[in-house]
């Protein structure tokens, strides 16, 4: 099969080719086998639980196409914002979405903040009760 011929049937022409090249299924993203081959986090611990562990890397090593992916294959609908025009009151929005979203369909929502690193301490903090398992008593 040729890679290119392939892609080109799946993408619309108008868009860039850095878009229509992306992969669209975990099995079409070349590397990072070891988070996405047969039986890698990726593969079995969404199934596994309602958590997906935080993935940092730098830049150009796929983090936004593997969010993609990953939200498609938890059938989760990916909300990404940018840390880099995000605040607070963007991640309360976003995490008041997924609520209803949950509450009302029972659909998972998959956030994925760029740059997060970019984040203050306070939006950072904002973030936590989202991310932590809160507390047994």
Do not use: Y
């Amino acid at each position: 099969m040729d890679l290119f011929a392939s892609s080109a049937k799946k993408r619309h022409v108008g868009q860039p080719l850095a878009e229509r090249m992306r992969p669209r299924t975990l099995d079409e993203l070349v590397g990072q086998r070891h988070l996405v081959g047969p039986g890698a986090f990726v593969r079995t611990c969404p199934r596994a639980s309602d958590s997906v562990a935080h993935s940092l890397g730098p830049p150009g090593s796929g983090k936004t196409t593997l969010a993609r992916l990953l939200g498609e294959t938890l059938k989760a609908e990916l909300n990404a914002l940018s840390a880099v025009d995000a605040g607070v009151k963007d991640v309360r929005e976003a995490v008041a979405k997924a609520a209803e979203r949950r509450i009302s369909f029972g659909a998972r929502t998959l956030l994925f903040i760029d740059e997060i690193h970019r984040f203050s301490k306070t939006q950072q903090d904002a973030l936590l009760p989202h991310v932590e398992p809160a507390p047994s008593r």
